[in-house]
């Protein structure tokens, strides 16, 4: 039956009814010529017409109120498993069904066969699923560098573009989920009640496209970065077993691909101060980060670490993007100044190295709170306690703005200080040394939540929920801890008072924004 969208009279040029996915993905003017338009034509690329998905008929669900919209795609149809003689069966994207394709996209004569590598075939999911959520390329960036890249800076504003340019032309599989997973973490639509479907939808098809590309193509540097921002949507949204989980995955596909190994001095060269290179030992540091985060919430704490932490005197992070950073061969004393790992004393010191050092700390607590001598436990936790209240200290003076990146680094001390504390609390009378014990650790975890009472003040006062993306997605289990420090003091016959309030609205502005279980 003839497609009404592309009838023309005789005699006319054949157009498309809609500007094809390349344009749209570009924001570009499309002439919507066929086989191709002028602009895919001119450079050479795949050009092929998606259908927009059809108006809804009153009584008609809209496409975010379906319950799993990734799942009505005939692409992703064909990655699920089929049942043959009472058995389960998946099918590889080279025995996709050229017909299926066809009947769902209009695509010019002889670009069927350039569709079925894995590439191609993740490539023009991913383009379905953005169409879908509404969703452009270039506004998924501009969110995710103003907001999300503040306090997880694994990616280079300049080399994610350039790849961003060459998109339509050279799809790879591990840049097209990379793109999807940036859409899930900054997606939001606060005038639609039913976002958090559309939401879920985009984070269901990411997980099995995510997994799908795992299997077909080797670690690359998108792929893993990919994975860290699957973890942090999967930790915000209240799942800190299924993200460290996805974050062990980042860490073995790091192994892979060595880039492990960019942290080591002992192995840097000139061209190890590039862009690139910062890139990629910011992303090995982002898993480790990312990994102490999580392992703060998960059920099971004496799970091992699958990215071990770098040696005293690695190679920390970089806050990239910097100027100067751009050519090999750039010293890095003229850019950024960064201590041994242990080095924690005022400076100026990035803010993803304060991270960084945020996270050994972490990592020291845990394993202080693993060790079964009771007064050995003890001595490490009060050295410790020591630590990170100076720590925390040093941090909040560089922090000018409650929202900027030191806000990472300030947290996830915090986190641990509540950490340490409550174990302590939660001993029995007779594992505590001393009654002084039970004051020191009240005092502190009371001087810790005005802190972060003082934080939602002013997150409530000067935030809206679309600004929650400043803040890292550690700050909704921090603001738990404070919860239930304050319930431990308040006697049953007292209200709660405004700083309990304040807690509980900064709290349910969180949720809102990620739907938070």
């Known amino acids: ?48 017409y998606i259908p927009p998905s059809p108006a809804p008929k009153q009584g008609q669900r809209t496409p975010t109120q379906k319950s799993s919209p990734v799942y009505n795609s005939p692409i992703t149809d064909c990655f699920l498993p089929a049942a043959e003689n009472g058995h389960t069966i998946q099918r590889s994207c080279s025995e996709i069904n050229s017909s299926v394709l066809a009947d769902s996209i209009l695509l010019p004569i002889g670009t069927i066969s350039k569709l079925q590598s894995t590439d191609n075939v993740i490539h023009l999911e991913v383009c379905r699923i953005l169409q879908e959520a509404g969703q452009f390329a270039d506004d998924i960036g501009s969110k995710f560098f103003g907001r999300i890249h503040k306090w997880i800076p694994i990616l280079s504003r300049k080399r994610f573009h350039n790849s961003l340019v060459n998109f339509p032309s050279q799809p790879g599989a591990d840049f097209s989920i990379l793109l999807l997973t940036m859409c899930l973490i900054t997606y939001q639509d ?48 209240g799942r800190p077993d299924v993200a460290y989980m996805t974050i062990g995955s980042c860490a073995r596909m790091g192994y892979s691909s060595r880039i492990n190994e960019t942290v080591n001095m002992n192995t840097m060269e000139a061209e190890d101060y590039s862009l ?24 099971c704490s004496k799970l091992p670490f699958a990215a071990t932490l770098p040696c005293v005197d690695s190679v920390l992070p970089s806050d990239i993007d910097l100027p100067g950073l751009d050519t090999p061969g750039t010293e890095r004393a003229q850019t950024e100044a960064r201590p041994l790992l242990t080095e924690i004393a005022p400076g100026d010191v990035g803010a993803f190295v304060r991270q960084a050092q945020a996270a050994y700390l972490v990592e020291e607590a845990l394993e202080a709170l693993k ?123 007292v209200e709660p008072n405004s700083e309990h309030d304040a807690l509980k609205l900064s709290l349910s502005r969180i949720i809102q924004r990620w739907g938070t279980r």
């Open 276 to 299: 690139a290179a910062e890139e990629e030992r910011n992303l090995w540091w982002g898993v480790v980060i990312c990994e102490r985060t999580f392992s703060c919430d998960v059920k």
């Open 371 to 493: 060790m079964t001598d009771k007064e050995g436990r003890m001595r490490m936790i009060s050295a410790l306690d020591i630590e990170l209240q100076s720590f925390l200290s040093i941090v909040m003076d560089q922090c000018p703005k409650i929202c900027g990146p030191f806000c990472a680094p300030a947290v996830l001390s915090l986190r641990a200080l509540f950490m340490l504390h409550e174990a302590v609390l939660s001993q029995t009378a007779s594992e505590r040394l001393s009654l002084d014990w039970e004051k020191r650790s009240l005092s502190t975890l009371e001087t810790a939540t005005k802190i972060v009472i003082d934080i939602a003040h002013i997150h409530t006062s000067k935030m809206t929920i679309a600004d929650c993306d400043h803040l890292p997605s550690s700050w909704i289990y921090l603001m738990r801890a404070a919860l239930s420090y304050l319930e431990r003091i308040r006697s049953e016959s």
């Open 190 to 237: 606060l005038n639609n009640p039913d976002s958090h479907i559309m939401r879920e939808s985009i984070y269901l098809g990411a997980k099995m496209l995510y997994a799908r590309v795992q299997a077909f193509i080797p670690a690359s540097v998108h792929l893993i970065q990919a994975g860290i921002l699957l973890s942090e949507y999967e930790y915000a949204t």
């Open 1 to 48: 039956m003839e497609n009404v969208a592309f009838r023309e009279p005789k005699g006319s040029t054949r157009r498309a009814g809609h500007v094809c996915i390349n344009c749209r993905l570009r924001k570009k003017r499309c002439d919507k010529r066929l086989p191709g338009c002028t602009y895919c034509a001119a450079r050479s690329l795949v050009c092929y």
